[in-house]
Nanobody
Framework: QVQLVESGGGLVQAGGSLRLSCAAS????????MGWYRQAPGKERDLVAS???????NYVESVKGRFTISRDSAKNTVYLQMNSLKPEDTAIYYC???????????????WGQGTLVTVSS
């Protein structure tokens, strides 16, 4: 079994910052792309940012210049530094990783349980 555990969510005022962490544990041979998604009330879950094993990043337009995704492959951990937060960033943030459990398995998607980020105006 592979688990992703997020942390770092909370309540912050507009303009503030938060740093989310997501650590993968369990039977892991290799981790490919890791990403952060978010789901606001009444809306679908959407990609926020992703990072490949080689460090290539991708961001949704609305967070470019404010959010930074990074990863520590030695710790199987991905981070999301969120600056200049806006009320519209309020959502549950989910971590996702493509995980290979052994050399003979294909990559499978694994999701974390989510962490709530609330930005007050």
């Amino acid at each position: 079994q592979v688990q992703l555990v997020e942390s770092g969510g909370g309540l912050v005022q507009a303009g503030g910052s938060l740093r989310l962490s997501c650590a993968a544990s369990g039977s892991i041979f290799s981790i490919g792309v890791m990403g952060w998604y978010r789901q606001a009330p009444g809306k679908e879950r959407d990609l926020v940012a992703s990072i490949t094993r080689d460090g290539i990043t991708n961001y949704v337009e609305s967070v470019k210049g404010r959010f930074t995704i990074s990863r520590d492959s030695a710790k199987n951990t991905v981070y999301l530094q969120m600056n200049s937060l806006k009320p519209e960033d309020t959502a549950i943030y989910y971590c996702k990783a493509n995980v290979q459990r052994d050399a003979w398995s294909r990559y499978r998607e694994v999701w974390g349980q989510g962490t709530l980020v609330t930005v007050s105006s």
